[in-house]
């Protein structure tokens, strides 16, 4: 999910820069940092949200390891 996101967020950074010339690196970097925050925020909100009979197959999704503390 967060490779599809990154994807997404690296081609809009080039298409930004191609239509707005004057823009620095550092605000192409800005941008970037607010957009790769807006979209885990939205991808949490959905896991937040999820209903918890879900929480095998969120796991099979994500490869996570289920850790026993």
């Known amino acids: 999910m967060h490779k599809h996101s990154r994807t997404v967020i690296d081609a809009e ?3 930004l820069a191609r239509r707005a010339p004057s ?4 605000d192409l970097d800005v941008i970037d940092a607010a957009l790769e925050e807006l979209a885990d ?4 909100v959905r896991l ?3 209903p918890r009979d879900t929480a095998p ?3 099979r999704l994500f490869d996570t390891q289920w850790v026993d503390s």
């Open 48 to 50: 937040r949200n999820a």
């Open 13 to 15: 950074l080039r298409r």
């Open 23 to 26: 823009l620095r690196r550092s």
């Open 57 to 59: 197959l969120l796991r």
């Open 41 to 44: 925020s939205l991808i949490l």
